[in-house]
Every structure is written in structure tokens, then in C-alpha cells.
């Protein structure tokens, strides 16, 4: 048979048997280490997809915060304007010698000469 002994044949079955089971724990530990190397890619992955997540999300609600408190300023700015054009007006307005003896008149209870003036309470 083919000029081969059987004992040699069996070495060499039992050779080629090792053999391939040295190559199938190669594949297996390759394959575990591959699965080690995949698991901490995707956990560092993960981790900085929660950083940039938060990141993102604490950026948000910042630029929201910084939005709300520049209406407030605004809001605060017209009616300080609103105030300031009334306050000059009533500036101007006590520039009037006129203006100013009629508030006397109201405000004060003052009279011109010869005016009586009757002071009625509301009712109550």
C-alpha cells in the first residue's frame, strides 16, 4: 500500500490530528480575543457616545438658559426705556410754569387768589 507501513501512517494521522487541533485553540483563542478586543471598542464606543451625549445635552440647556435671560434683559431694557421717556416727558412737562400750578392746584389743594376751594372725602 502505497509502499508505506501502517505504523508510519498512523504517526502521521496522529500528526495531522495535533496539528489541526493546535490550529483549531489558534482560532479559538483568536476568536476570544478578537470578542475581548470588539467588546472594549464598543464599551469605549459607548463611553463616548454618553460623553458627547452629555456634553451636548448640558450645552443645550446652557445656551437655553443664556436665551431665557437675554429676553428677561430685554424685556427689562424696554421698560426701562419706557420709564426714561416718561420720566423726561414729565421733566419737560415741569418746565411749564403752567403744568406746575395746575399740580399745585390738584396735588397741594392750593388756590389762585380768590378761588375757594371745597374738599369733599370719597365715600366710603
Given amino acids: 500500500m502505497n509502499g508505506r507501513n501502517p505504523m508510519e501512517r498512523k504517526q502521521r494521522i496522529r500528526a495531522l490530528d495535533e496539528r489541526r487541533e493546535q490550529l ?6 483568536r476568536r476570544i480575543h478578537l470578542r475581548r478586543r470588539l467588546a472594549a471598542a464598543s464599551l469605549l464606543f459607548l463611553l463616548m457616545v454618553v460623553f458627547i451625549g452629555q456634553s451636548y445635552f448640558s450645552k443645550v440647556g446652557y445656551v437655553s438658559e ?59
Fill in 66 to 124: 443664556q436665551e431665557r435671560k437675554q429676553n428677561e434683559a430685554q424685556v427689562e431694557l424696554r421698560e426701562t426705556k419706557d420709564e426714561q421717556s416718561e420720566l423726561k416727558e414729565q421733566v419737560e412737562r415741569l418746565q411749564d410754569e403752567e403744568y406746575i400750578a395746575n399740580l399745585a392746584r390738584n396735588e397741594l389743594l392750593f388756590s389762585k387768589d380768590g378761588e375757594i376751594i371745597f374738599y369733599f372725602s370719597p365715600e366710603e
Fill in 24 to 29: 483549531e485553540k489558534e482560532q479559538n483563542r
